[in-house]
């Protein structure tokens, strides 16, 4: 069965620090798809970035960076010098092949960056 | 370039009341799909439609209805309206991919049922 685990459900770090939040996911699949998604306090969900079971590559997108690690089915994101723009809840989330684009979600870490 | 849109973004009824959220999108994304958002459960899926006249259950599919006979409209009908309901609705859309197909958001319908 497919399952996507956000164990933090709230962080708070002062402006400037670096912050971790963790995704740990399930997948019978050897295909798969992981994703993050961003929404702020305006409600919005805004995509952040796809990743395919594939790569392992750690990707960096400015102060945004993703790391997976098939090892241990986790995809965690970084955010560095973090920004009081950056508070928002995040979603992890994963997508197994041929299942008609269903994305599981976590249940969301909420991010507050302090000034 | 509107994107995914949905209307209304704010609704307030009554119990017993139908109710339709509207989700229009213009990319000509083959799937769409119909969450709602609930304190503690995150989001969960309702119903998606891979296809025009082609739709299935998610979820939580009880006490709502969707329909597809265009591509670029996905409305979901609750049919008599519970206190339970009460949510924030988001529609969604994307291209078929086999699972990678990347999922992008409308922005939200705040529904209360009082």
């Known amino acids: 069965a497919q399952k996507v685990t956000q164990a933090q459900t709230e962080i708070s770090v002062v402006e400037k620090e670096d912050v971790t939040l963790d995704c740990v996911y399930e997948t019978r699949d050897t295909t798969y798809y992981l994703f993050w998604y961003k929404q702020p306090p305006s409600g919005e969900l805004v995509f952040l970035i796809r990743?395919?079971?594939?790569?392992?590559q750690n990707e960096i997108s400015g102060r945004y960076s993703w790391n997976f690690q098939k090892s241990t089915s986790s995809f965690n994101f970084t955010i560095t010098a973090s920004q009081v723009v950056d508070s928002a809840v995040y979603f992890c989330?994963?997508?197994?092949?041929?299942?008609?684009?269903?994305?599981?979600f976590g249940k969301g870490t909420r991010l507050h960056i302090l000034p | 370039d509107a994107g995914i849109t949905q209307s209304p973004r704010y609704k307030i009824t009554e119990t017993g009341r139908q109710v339709t959220l509207m989700c229009h999108q213009t990319w000509s994304h083959s799937y769409m799909f119909w969450y709602r958002q609930d304190l503690g459960h995150g989001l969960r899926l309702i119903y998606y439609?891979?296809?025009?006249?082609?739709?299935d259950k998610g979820e939580v599919p009880d006490g709502y209805v969707v329909s597809r006979s265009k591509t670029e409209n996905f409305p979901l009908t609750l049919e008599s309206a519970t206190r339970s309901q009460t949510s924030v609705y988001f529609c969604?859309?994307?291209?078929?991919?086999?699972?990678?197909?990347?999922?992008?958001f409308g922005p939200g319908t705040r529904l209360l049922v009082l």
């Open positions: 969604a859309s994307s291209r078929p991919g086999q699972g990678e197909g990347t999922q992008y």
């Open positions: 989330a994963l997508s197994e092949r041929y299942r008609d684009d269903k994305i599981i």
């Open positions: 990743r395919n079971s594939f790569d392992e």
């Open positions: 439609s891979a296809a025009a006249d082609i739709t």
